[in-house]
């Protein structure tokens, strides 16, 4: 049997931060408006569904996160540094606060709510919002193990993820989150990234 060549790992897009507060606020007010408890992990889903689904369709992704490979799935490694209030990683963006409110709701999770939405509104297009709020709306209705059984199904994860591996991340191939891997499209968006900083 013939085997399919390894596509060359393309990473290390420079994250567009200003986006990325604005699809977690986005995220955070659709939650509140169905009165729905939003986790961490809810929103690190609709994003990568979100922004996969927008680099198939308008050739970019959202955020610019870069994506790794986790137990339960792809995680934009940014977005979720700030979830989590990480310190190191807001000093070196300049953070002094996030623009929405979390609690503990415990097993680790928590809740996020009270968004500054129309602050960061801006920096979405439409097309961005569009893409976010249909992830959402997969997210809210799947339960969490058919969401991770969908995420995990992905190429680009199936690539990285090491069952039994040393790492608890691994990163995620931009080539392989298009429908049809493309290398050469991968590499254009890693330099596109580094201009890009609002909609």
């Given amino acids: 049997m013939v085997q399919k060549a390894k596509i060359e790992m393309v990473t290390g897009m420079t994250v567009s931060i200003e986006k990325s ?22 929103i ?8 996969r689904q927008h680099l198939n369709e308008f050739g970019r992704p959202i955020t610019f996160d870069n994506y790794v ?28 606060d996030l623009p929405w409110k979390s609690r503990p709701l415990g097993n680790g999770k928590n809740h996020y709510h009270n968004a500054e ?10 097309s961005d919002r569009d893409a976010l709020t249909s992830a959402f709306g997969m ?11 969908l995420t995990h199904e992905d ?14 991340a691994y990163e995620m191939n ?14 254009d968006l890693v330099e596109l ?7």
Wanted: hydrophobic residues 40%; glycine residues 4%; proline residues 4%.
């Fill in 174 to 187: 931009l080539a392989l989150m298009f429908e049809q891997p493309d290398l050469e499209m991968a590499q």
């Fill in 139 to 149: 997210v809210k209705k799947m339960s969490f193990s058919q969401i991770r059984r």
């Fill in 193 to 199: 990234s580094q201009d890009v900083r609002t909609g």
């Fill in 44 to 51: 690190v889903k609709t994003l990568f569904l979100a922004d």
């Fill in 21 to 42: 507060l604005a699809a977690i606020c986005h995220v955070i007010g659709l939650a509140e408006k169905s009165e729905y408890q939003l986790t961490q992990y809810d």
């Fill in 69 to 96: 490979a986790m137990t339960h799935g792809p995680v934009p490694s940014c977005s979720y540094d700030l979830l989590k209030s990480n310190e190191y990683r807001m000093r070196h963006l300049g953070l002094k």
């Fill in 117 to 126: 939405v129309d602050l960061y509104k801006r920096h979405l297009s439409d």
């Fill in 155 to 168: 190429p680009a994860y199936l690539d990285a993820w090491i069952e039994d591996g040393q790492c608890a």
